[in-house]
């Protein structure tokens, strides 16, 4: 996890994003604190849920708002988003919320397979290891 900034609240948001996120941060919006969660998690949505649940309650508790940049990528993210001061992107997942609803319907219909940058860098150790496939 790494920050910027505390004075104008906290953007939390899966490392996936991390470049992305980055950019647009420093460019608009350099107050911002980031706290980035490794990809890794969405393997076991009870530790994205928990590890979540954990930098919302330390975020809020210090009085920051917070934006969760991230999909329905635990069942907890509706409970989560409902929090006082806490507000999230609108989104299924990671390539929706970078296409649009539009186009990511339009390239899922078209039997497109989505890889981000990370995960393209990481595939053996995650098709191996977390998915057991050989």
């Given at each position: 996890m790494?920050?910027?900034?505390r004075a104008q609240g906290a953007i939390?948001?899966?490392s996936?994003?991390?470049?992305?996120?980055?950019?647009l941060c420093e460019t608009h919006w350099p107050d911002r604190k980031l706290i980035f969660l490794p990809s890794m998690m969405h393997m076991h949505p009870e530790l994205l849920a928990s590890s979540l649940e954990s930098v919302l309650e330390d975020?809020?508790?210090?009085g920051y708002p917070v934006v969760l940049v991230f999909g329905d990528c635990c069942m907890q993210m509706t409970?989560?988003?409902t929090l006082p001061g806490v507000a999230r992107t609108r989104g299924k997942n990671c390539y929706e919320l970078l296409l649009g609803p539009g186009e990511y319907r339009r390239l899922?219909?078209?039997g497109?397979?989505?890889?981000?940058?990370?995960?393209?860098?990481?595939?053996?150790?995650i098709f191996t290891r977390?998915?057991?496939?050989?």
């Open positions: 790494s920050g910027i900034c939390i948001c899966c996936v994003l991390q470049a992305e996120v980055t950019f975020e809020l508790k210090q409970t989560l988003e899922s219909h078209e497109a397979f989505f890889l981000m940058p990370e995960w393209v860098q990481r595939w053996k150790e977390e998915l057991g496939l050989t």
